[in-house]
């Protein structure tokens, strides 16, 4: 029985996938949030009603008496980490299906009527419905065609105005980075910038994946492989921050803008909001909810992950006065988090000052 996300092809591929098998479909498609059920039991239950209709399916017989019945569950999903593990520990095979790449978004944004939508928009829409499912985009259209057309617009709606459907769409989905939606943070840097920027990779350095943001210092790192005659060598590309980048949310533009350049279709933001909203109060919450983020980034290779560390790790300072006069000290908050998200990253290279660097301005990006 296949259990699988909603969206626009993974649900036909699995359906015609059991057609071409012989397999019977006894259920309708369902969503990988449908499968995550928190108490005890529930999830057991749900089994149990999706495999109680195969007793009705006729069994199969071969030439020696032997009956043979076989349940099947296959399951495709583009949000791993929503499956419930009393549905993925049944799963003989388990893989994961990314998100649609720019092009296919473009492909699904296109269908929108030439009249709605400006060429210049769509190209920004592709950036802002990162992470969407192709359920999403198709939604995204569609709420773009009716409020067209319930408004009797004759001219193409604006980049605000686009934003803020695809704001809606996005929270229907439950599609967020953070706590917000990228369309939103899209909207705000719109809003409070006195122009727009274009953030682009270039195209003539090998790029190792690696990036490091000094929000303090205002400069962006980006790690590149630069061949020599006999060896390739680690170099640093520094950019310089916007005056308004100063938190994460108003670097989501740009480092989003980049995964696009670079075809990475599914960045995740690891902040306090995101272990806020799976309760990963304790220890051990925090540390499978960090885990099963990265075990989906590693899974699928086009994707980019981002670590708040400033919103994930905090510093003390103490002051103590004595006879010998005024210390200072520090300690560190959740310095369990900083190694494990260091082990992970491996940037030793990023942070070696004495490391060749190549400065570039903002004109050169």
Known sequence: MPTVARGTGKSNILSKLAKKLGIVMVGPPLAAGELNRSLVGESERILIA?????????????????????????????QLYMMDEAFLGRLSGKFFVGRPSSNARMTLLRKIPFWMVEPELLGRLSIV?????????????????????????????????????ADTTAQNHQIFIGSETLSRLLLRNLLTSSRPRIYQLSKKYKYSGR????????????????????????????YALEPNETNVQTLLERLTACEKSR??????????????????????????????????????????????LDALIGITKSECDSNTGCSMSYSIHNQGIYTYVLARFRDRIMVDIQMKKLIMSNDGQ
């Open 211 to 238: 990036m490091i943001v000094d929000l303090h210092n205002k400069y962006i790192r980006t790690e590149v492989l630069q061949s020599t005659i006999n060896t390739e060598e680690l170099s640093i590309l520094e």
């Open 50 to 78: 999706l495999c109680s209709p195969c007793n009705h399916v006729p069994s199969c017989y071969q030439n020696h008496p032997d009956v043979i019945k076989i349940r099947v569950k296959a399951n495709a999903t583009n």
């Open 129 to 165: 419905t990162k992470n969407f499912c192709g359920a999403a985009v198709t939604a995204l259209n569609r709420d773009i065609t009716t409020h067209c057309i319930e408004m009797k617009l004759t001219n193409p709606i604006g980049e605000i105005e686009a934003l803020k459907l």
């Open 263 to 308: 075809n990475a279709q599914l960045p995740q933001l690891i902040d306090l909001n995101l272990l806020a909203s799976k309760s990963a109060h304790g220890e051990k919450q925090v540390y499978e909810t960090l885990k099963d983020r990265y075990d989906e980034c590693a899974a699928y290779t086009r994707s980019m992950i981002i670590y708040d």
